[in-house]
């Protein structure tokens, strides 16, 4: 699987407008997909390893989540590992082979599960076996899907929402937030021509993680 690139770029709403043109008028951008409902639910260790691995900039960190598409709750699920490496990264994307009502959420990532060992990628195994990973956020929002060029993917993230995740659903209220995200994604490859592109974006990007994001919102970390 290649490396690739992520770049981030908040959006609030003073932009939003200013966004919506420069998409209008870019030269080369098609729609990859059409829009639709993300579902997340990031995972982490009691300690928030994850988490306090990302808030002190380490450069080798890793992100868990469980993902499902739609607002059907009884929709398939998908498990997502996200590693990086300093400035690039890969995805590890793998079926649970179950729908979301029949995953037991809370021990998706734990050894009496089969999936994940079934993965062609066997280096993702140690990455869950030991880490006693368990739900921590619920993250939702509207996706939309364009092509650059054949070389890089533009996704647009409409103003996340977020809540500490409950099997029991429904104790902890939606927290929105105030940001929309523009992410860049390619492969470490085109990174040359990729940098052409991002020197005419009219916009600062900057790093940004919707978990962390989502814990600050909830009041379980500090994040700017």
Known sequence: M???????VPIDENNFNKYKNWLHQLSGI??????????????DSINYDSANANLAGLSNRVKYRIRWYGNNMDAETFAEIKIKN?????????????????????????????????????SVIPLIASTGLQPILYVKY??????????????????PNY???????????????????????????????????LAKLPFVHKRN??????LSYCDKAIYI
């Open 30 to 43: 098609s729609m990859a997909y059409e829009d639709r409902v993300i579902n997340s639910i990031y995972f």
């Open 2 to 8: 290649s490396q690739r690139y992520e770049i981030k």
């Open 86 to 122: 300093g400035r690039i990264g890969r995805k590890v994307v793998l079926p649970t082979n179950k729908k979301f009502n029949d995953l037991e959420i809370e021990n998706a990532f734990s050894g009496h599960n089969s999936w994940y060992k079934n993965s062609k990628d066997s």
């Open 142 to 159: 509207q996706r939309s899907y364009y092509l650059y060029e054949n070389f890089i993917r533009l996704t647009f993230d409409l103003n």
């Open 163 to 197: 809540k500490i995740f409950n099997s029991k659903r429904g104790k902890h209220s939606w927290k929105e937030d105030d940001f929309s995200v523009l992410e860049i994604k390619f492969s470490d490859k085109n990174l040359i021509r990729a940098n052409d592109f």
């Open 209 to 214: 993680s919707k978990y962390l994001r989502g």
